[in-house]
């Protein structure tokens, strides 16, 4: 299987449960890897047949400074269902950071996998 990445999308946005965390916008870091057959695209030389990363990046990028979730765990499955069912991705991997929501942690977070690995 092929896979196309995005690594390190900062994306700001209205996510927690506390009170505080609903009047503010947080930044959440977002790692994702795509199962993808490339073989059309790199035969062809063609965009139209390759997962275009441009594309996917400013969906995201807009899905989620328009949502307003409580739980990361929500935002993370509605990002992996965009992606599998706007852009027809078989797989794809995600990890989402939320720095800072734990005051002696660097890093804390969601990572799930959805969908066959193997095309």
Request: without cysteine.
């Amino acid at each position: 299987m092929d896979i196309i990445f995005l690594g390190g999308l900062e994306i700001e946005t209205v996510i927690g449960i506390y009170e505080w965390e609903r009047n503010i916008k947080q930044k959440i870091i977002l790692d994702i890897e795509m199962g993808f057959d490339i073989r059309k695209a790199a035969a062809s030389d063609d965009i139209q047949f390759a997962l275009d990363y441009k594309s996917v990046s400013d969906r995201i990028i807009n899905f989620v400074e328009q949502s307003d979730y409580f739980l990361v765990e929500t935002l993370i499955e509605e990002i992996a269902n965009v992606l599998r069912s706007e852009f027809e991705i078989p797989w794809l991997k995600i990890t989402l950071n939320k720095k800072g929501a734990i005051s002696r942690a660097q890093d804390v977070g969601i990572i799930i996998e959805r969908g066959q690995k193997s095309l």
